[in-house]
């Protein structure tokens, strides 16, 4: 079982910067995949960001790539996503998502392959 908390959301003009970040209970951290997803209003949960146990592989949807960073420190049981570049469609609540992995070093895309969310952070992005 894990429970996850995330932090780090708020208010930024277009252009900023965030970083966002997904505690995580339990001592078998670093067998979880880690993803990111949000949900604007009105709109269904997409993927932004995942990245496997070891932080070997990552992943981005094309509309973050290139500005979007995500991290994970095992030693803090932390998941972390820098945000650059901020853009007023990027408003949205974001996600923290964990599945474990029995086997290789991956991670997902689809919601459904994750098992544990945590309650979300806002983040707005004014223009």
């Known amino acids: 079982q894990v429970q996850l908390v995330e932090s780090g959301g708020g208010l930024v003009q277009a252009g900023g910067s965030l970083r966002l970040s997904c505690a995580a209970s339990?001592?078998?951290?670093?067998?979880?995949?880690m993803g990111w997803f949000r949900q604007a209003p009105g709109k269904e949960r997409e993927f932004v960001a995942a990245i496997s146990w070891s932080g070997g592989s990552t992943y981005y949807s094309d509309s973050v790539k290139g500005r979007f960073t995500i991290s994970r420190n095992n030693a803090k049981n932390t998941v972390y996503l820098q945000m650059n570049s901020l853009k007023p469609e990027d408003t949205a609540v974001y996600y923290c998502a964990a599945f474990s992995v029995d086997e290789g070093d991956y991670a997902a895309l689809s919601e459904f392959e994750y098992d544990y969310w945590g309650q979300g952070t806002r983040v707005t992005v004014s223009s």
């Open positions: 339990g001592r078998t951290f670093s067998s979880y995949a």
